[in-house]
């Protein structure tokens, strides 16, 4: 069965969804037929607008994943919305300044933690409960290569995505016999606004990055879009608590 035919009439949330991976994600969804809840800091609006059509609808959020209340009341109004939510990837987050671990701030630190992970176990605690009431779903966090190996300078964003692939996987453990598929996706070095950030600050990392990696290119945001429908879909019907690298096989060289 084609993907596609999955996901007609259900309900998919992805947050972080203005920019990269997350609207690439959201874009794929919509594509692919299902209702996108596309949730941001600031409503994504004007993404969401590009989204829809005859054929196929995105709704702009604004959730700030980092605070509790914005996010149950982000589920409570989808259920109310629209009776239920099938689809979920939780992808919001930001970068600390690239510095070393010990001279990263206190407030970096906690604002990193804030959205990186706290974000993504606030919206995992209130995705699982609706999924439990409705007899399942599928759930996808945004890890990165960087959650099983280390990056000079982002000791605190590092950690949030180990974090995250912990997460992941104990609540795999948790869910899974409960019809609730949760899954991670690692991406490597893909090209997005914020790596362009990083490379501007940095103009030869980009080429640092690049001689790592077998593929000997930068990913694009399609490619992770691609894996998240699948891990979504019944094709992926027994995969539980993976964190797949999609990483050009920089992670193993």
């Not at 970096?108 to 995992?124: H, I, L, P, S, Y």
Request: net charge negative.
């Amino acid at each position: 069965m084609e993907i596609r035919q999955t996901m007609q009439g259900k309900i998919a949330l992805v947050t972080g969804s203005a920019q990269g991976i997350g609207f690439a994600c959201a874009k794929a969804f919509a594509e692919a037929g299902a209702i996108t809840i596309m949730a941001d800091i600031e409503a994504p609006e004007e993404q969401a607008a590009q989204l829809t059509n005859e054929t196929q609808q995105a709704i702009a959020y604004r959730c700030d994943v980092s605070d509790t209340l914005s996010v149950q009341s982000m589920i409570e109004w989808i259920v109310s919305a629209y009776g239920h939510l099938d689809m979920a990837l939780n992808n919001a987050g930001i970068q600390t300044p690239q510095r070393p671990m010990a001279e990263i701030t206190e407030e970096e630190f906690t604002r990193t933690v804030a959205v990186d992970f706290k974000g993504v176990w606030n919206c995992m605690r209130y995705e699982i409960r609706q999924m439990l009431q409705q007899g399942g779903g599928y759930i996808v966090n945004t890890s990165s290569q960087g959650g099983v190996t280390g990056f000079r300078g982002q000791a605190a964003y590092i950690a949030c995505k180990h974090a995250v692939i912990g997460l992941t996987r104990t609540a795999a453990i948790d869910y899974a016999s409960q019809g609730i598929h949760i899954n991670a996706v690692c991406p490597g070095v893909i090209r997005t606004p914020m790596a362009s950030r990083l490379f501007h600050h940095n103009p030869e990392l980009e080429q640092e990055l690049i001689r790592d990696i077998p593929a000997g290119r930068l990913g694009n945001p399609e490619e992770i879009a691609h894996a998240v429908l699948w891990l979504c879909s019944p094709e992926s019907s027994f995969i539980d608590g993976h964190a797949l690298l999609i990483d050009g096989g920089f992670s193993i060289h």
